[in-house]
């Protein structure tokens, strides 16, 4: 196997493959962990889902066309084009 090809990897692979070195991934993640960043999973010895890691990066610089888990950071297109509708309708 690749080392690319590894899902599950340490914090200083993860470093290593964004870019940055592992004491800065260190101070890094912690506010990156504020905004949805994957955590390590006790599973497989604290390591982190790269797949993950790297659907988080893509999300964070919009090169994903879905929201995922996460909030919309503004106003859904839909309800700017019906007046009146301000999400909390009850459709009852």
């Given at each position: 196997m690749a080392k690319s090809d590894k899902l599950f990897v340490t914090d200083a692979e993860c470093a290593e493959r964004i870019g940055?070195?592992?004491?800065?991934?260190?101070?890094?993640?912690?506010?990156?962990?504020?905004?949805?960043?994957?955590?390590?999973?006790?599973?497989?010895?604290?390591?982190?889902?790269?797949?993950?890691?790297?659907?988080w990066l893509d999300r964070?610089?919009?090169?994903?066309?879905?929201?995922?888990?996460?909030?919309?950071?503004?106003?859904?297109?839909w309800k700017k084009a019906l007046p009146g509708l301000d999400g909390k309708e009850n459709w009852d």
């Open positions: 940055i070195p592992t004491d800065e991934f260190k101070t890094v993640v912690a506010t990156a962990a504020k905004s949805g960043f994957p955590m390590q999973d006790p599973l497989f010895k604290n390591r982190r889902y790269w797949p993950a890691v790297r659907a964070r610089y919009s090169l994903t066309t879905g929201s995922g888990p996460y909030a919309p950071d503004e106003v859904e297109p």
